[in-house]
């Protein structure tokens, strides 16, 4: 059976081809899996019977059943842990901002970096999640936001729909994007494909713990993303103790990589700084820091989420405060991460693990 959830426009041409169809037919359907969010060939009206019939015998659309949502009674934001075709799990985040409709996915079935604050990676890796299944988190929270709303698709101008259309992405989930490196480029033109959900690449984040010769392979696609280097401490010694990766790509090699990313693409990248206590939160490490980016270099501090499987703790909101203060100091500029639905599973990959300990 073909994965035709997987394909982008182009490979959907080649398929309609192979099938004996005619090209054209691609964009009818892609337009119905990707924009009017189908999960069955049947509903396709404007697709003779025949080919409706062929394509339920030779393909399978991937749809995300949601297993579990969690709803935060703070400020809305909700989990949600999905059950992939062969049964694995992944969790994804829906967020509200005054901006938009925000979700954050996951790239891979765990994840094998090992960071040693980090949920996800307990168990390993099980594998990468296809074009098909990272696009299929953002489209079956849509289709969930979409029915609370009561918006009908296709896609109209009405300001009902534009209000509640998801309208940026971070992959910021379980996983290492540019561990399943093929699989994120395609899923990148098909999130912001004008014959599918249509988000524009400046709406999208994508997030690194720096494996150097990929961010160089990105930089040279000249997109318009926006990368983020997960950081989390301010010197080789620390991050290896941190980040297993930092043994292969030095944190020097890592944060050359991504000015050279800044320079061809002129997109600002952004670091990411998890504040763990005690561990990269003193006032030398603001001064490190301050020496190992640039002036002007954009951080996020991200108070550490407790992991139970973990010993990590988060300093205290002032603590966090004065941390910035200091590297602001050094004109750097520091955003302190809105902690977003902290009354329910917060943590990267928590939800799932305890889904999988029952
Ligand atoms: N593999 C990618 C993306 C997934 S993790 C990366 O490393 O960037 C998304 C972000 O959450 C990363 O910055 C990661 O380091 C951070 N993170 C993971 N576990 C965390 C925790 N317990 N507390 C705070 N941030 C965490």
Partial sequence: MTDISSKDINELKEYMTSIGEKPFRARQVYKW?????????????????????KLSEEAYITVLEPIDVQISKEDETRKYLFRLPDDNLVESVLMKYKFGLSVCISSQVGCRMGCAFCASGIDGLLRGLTPGEMLGQIEAIQRDIFREAAVTVPKSDSEEYSRNRISHVVVMGT?????????????????????????????????????????????????????????????????????????????HEAVDAMKEYQEKTGRRVTFEYSLIKGVNDTDEDARELSELLWTGAHINLIPVNPVKERSFAAPTREAA????????????????RREMGQDIDGACGQLRRRHLER
Avoid at 212 to 239: D, F, N
């Fill in 33 to 53: 899996l990707h924009q009017n969010l189908s999960t069955d060939f049947s509903e396709m009206s404007d697709l003779s019977k025949a080919l409706r019939q």
């Fill in 175 to 251: 996983g290492e994007p540019l561990d399943n490196y093929d699989n994120l480029l395609s899923f990148i033109r098909m999130l912001t494909d004008e014959n599918g959900l249509h988000v524009s690449q400046r709406n999208l984040t994508v997030s690194t713990c720096g494996i150097v010769p990929r961010i160089k392979e990105l930089a040279e696609k000249k997109l318009e993303i926006t990368l983020a280097l997960s950081l989390h401490a301010p010197t080789q010694e620390k991050r290896r103790k941190l980040m297993p990766v930092a043994n292969k790509y030095d944190i």
């Fill in 321 to 336: 405060i004065d941390f910035q203060r200091k590297l602001e100091k050094f004109r750097i500029n520091v955003t302190i």
